[in-house]
């Protein structure tokens, strides 16, 4: 099976700043990575499929990049409403994994 | 637009069984991938099972193989998961997804989650 990490599992970031969060897969997963938001008692919710295909609805700030084993997510300008935790999720071979999360929150 | 509505958690012994059911508005059932994901209290996501758009491949987490099982009714466009022998790490919020195939299955859509509490 696929194993996935997240790095860091978590961050404080001021408003307006850069945030970057890596995700790594154990075997290449050509470009089949995807990224969610979920904030708290809610449920998550698709920013980025396919590695850097932005979810229709989705804020432009966030972008995704990366393709084999090794994968960013970034939020280009930080923004209050983004408090949350980042998880990303590959399919592979009948098995779906998503990463362990990476929690931002504000400094 | 897609709505998916979980019901049927709650508090249940150990070794018992639930049945946990997600009404699908907004699209069929019977033409879309669908899938289960829990959330243990704290913890991160976690993929349970899986059933393809035409039903005819279900798939399952290690954690939850031979006892939980994915199926679907299509007259009452409702996607249900059998669980049963259920154990104390059972316990978690059950979201229900409707998934779609890009090479990949993708997450686009998803409920807002039922609670099993597995307790003595």
């Known amino acids: 099976d696929i194993q996935m990490t997240q790095s860091p599992s978590s961050l404080s970031a001021s408003v307006g700043d850069r945030v970057t969060i890596t995700c790594q897969a154990s075997?290449?997963?050509?470009?089949?990575l995807n990224w969610y938001q979920q904030k708290p008692g809610k449920a998550p919710k698709l920013l980025i499929y396919d590695a850097s295909n932005l979810e229709t609805g989705v804020p432009s700030r966030f972008s995704g990049s990366g393709s084999g084993t090794d994968f960013t997510f970034t939020i280009s300008s930080l923004q209050p409403e983004d408090i949350a935790t980042y998880y990303c999720q590959q399919y592979d071979y009948r098995q779906v994994t998503f990463g362990p999360g990476t929690k931002v929150d504000m400094k | 637009q897609v709505q998916l509505v979980e019901s049927g958690g709650g508090v249940v012994q150990p070794g018992r069984s639930l049945r946990l059911s997600c009404a699908a508005s907004?699209?069929?059932?019977?033409?879309?991938?669908m899938s289960w994901v829990r959330q243990a209290p704290g913890k991160g996501l976690e993929w349970v099972a899986l059933?393809?758009?035409?039903?005819?491949?279900?798939y399952y987490a290690d954690s939850v193989k031979g006892r939980f099982t994915i199926s679907r009714d299509t007259s009452k466009n409702t996607l249900y998961l059998q669980m049963n022998s259920l154990r104390f790490e059972d316990t978690a919020v059950y979201y229900c997804?409707?998934?779609?195939?890009?090479?990949?299955?993708?997450?686009?859509?998803w409920g807002q989650g039922t609670l099993v509490t597995v307790s003595s």
């Open positions: 997804a409707k998934i779609y195939w890009s090479g990949s299955y993708v997450f686009p859509s």
């Open positions: 907004g699209f069929t059932v019977s033409s879309s991938g």
């Open positions: 075997q290449g997963i050509s470009n089949f």
């Open positions: 059933i393809s758009d035409d039903g005819n491949e279900k």
